[in-house]
T-cell receptor, first 111, second 116 residues
Framework: GENVEQHPSTLSVQEGDSAVIKCTYS??????FPWYKQELGKGPQLIID?????GEKKDQRIAVTLNKTAKHFSLHITETQPEDSAVYFC??????????FGAGTRLTVKP | GAVVSQHPSWVICKSGTSVKIECRSL??????MFWYRQFPKQSLMLMAT?????????EQGVEKDKFLINHASLTLSTLTVTSAHPEDSSFYIC????????????FGNGTRLTVT
C-alpha cells in the first residue's frame, strides 16, 4: 500500500520568512495530493490540493509543487504569520480513495 | 463550502459505558465517510470506512465489535465506542467527501473522548 513520509516533524520560522514542508510517497499510481492544516483541538482543514496532471498550484501565500518522477511534493508558505502556526499534514491517494497521511509537521511562526 | 459537523466535541464517560459520536455532512451527500483516531502529537490513524447502506470496512487491528459504525443515510454516520475503557480515550475524527467526481475530503472538528 501507499506510504507517505513527511519532513520535518517540527519547523520554527520567524514571522515573514518562508516555510517549506516536504513529503514523499511510494505508490506511483497515486494521483491526488492534498494538504491539511490542523489547529489545536480541531479537525484538519484542507488548505490546498494538487492532482498529478499539474506540477504546481498556488493560492495566495500557499503553493504546492509535485514531482511525479521523484514521487515527492512540497508545501510552500511565504510571508508566514503567527496564525499559520499549526500542524500540517500531507496526504496521497489514488483518485481520492484510501488516503494515507504523513506524520505531520508542527509549524511555529515566531512574531 | 462543504461542511462536516461532528458531535459531541468532547465527552467524558465511565468505564464500561458506551458512547456514540455523530458525523454529518451538512451541505452535501456522502456515500462514504471515514473514521480516524488521533493520539497526541501523532498523525491520523484510519479506523474504518463507513459505507451508506452497507457494512463498514475496518482497518487491520481495529475491533469492529468495539467500534460500531452505522451509516444509515447519505448525510449521517455514527461511531459507537462500546464498553469503553481508559485506553479508548483519544481524539476521534470523521471525514466525508462528496459523491460527485473527485471531491476533496472534509473533516469534522473531532471528538475528545475521556474514559474514567
Amino acid at each position: 500500500g501507499e506510504n507517505v513520509e513527511q519532513h520535518p516533524s517540527t519547523l520554527s520560522v520567524q514571522e515573514g520568512d518562508s516555510a517549506v514542508i516536504k513529503c514523499t510517497y511510494s505508490d506511483s499510481a497515486s494521483n491526488y495530493f492534498p494538504w491539511y492544516k490542523q489547529e489545536l483541538g480541531k479537525g484538519p482543514q484542507l488548505i490546498i490540493d494538487i492532482r498529478s496532471n499539474v506540477g504546481e498550484k498556488k493560492d495566495q501565500r500557499i503553493a504546492v509543487t509535485l514531482n511525479k518522477t521523484a514521487k515527492h511534493f512540497s508545501l510552500h508558505i511565504t510571508e508566514t504569520q503567527p496564525e499559520d502556526s499549526a500542524v500540517y499534514f500531507c496526504a496521497a491517494s489514488i483518485s481520492n480513495n484510501d488516503m494515507r497521511f504523513g506524520a505531520g509537521t508542527r509549524l511555529t511562526v515566531k512574531p | 463550502g462543504a461542511v462536516v459537523s461532528q458531535h459531541p466535541s468532547w465527552v467524558i464517560c465511565k468505564s464500561g459505558t458506551s458512547v456514540k459520536i455523530e458525523c454529518r455532512s451538512l451541505d452535501f451527500q456522502a456515500t462514504t465517510m471515514f473514521w480516524y483516531r488521533q493520539f497526541p502529537k501523532q498523525s491520523l490513524m484510519l479506523m474504518a470506512t463507513s459505507n451508506e447502506g452497507s457494512k463498514a470496512t475496518y482497518e487491520q487491528g481495529v475491533e469492529k465489535d468495539k467500534f460500531l459504525i452505522n451509516h444509515a443515510s447519505l448525510t449521517l454516520s455514527t461511531l459507537t465506542v462500546t464498553s469503553a475503557h481508559p485506553e479508548d480515550s483519544s481524539f476521534y475524527i470523521c471525514s466525508a467527501r462528496g459523491d460527485r467526481g473527485v471531491s476533496p475530503l472534509h473533516f469534522g472538528n473531532g471528538t475528545r473522548l475521556t474514559v474514567t
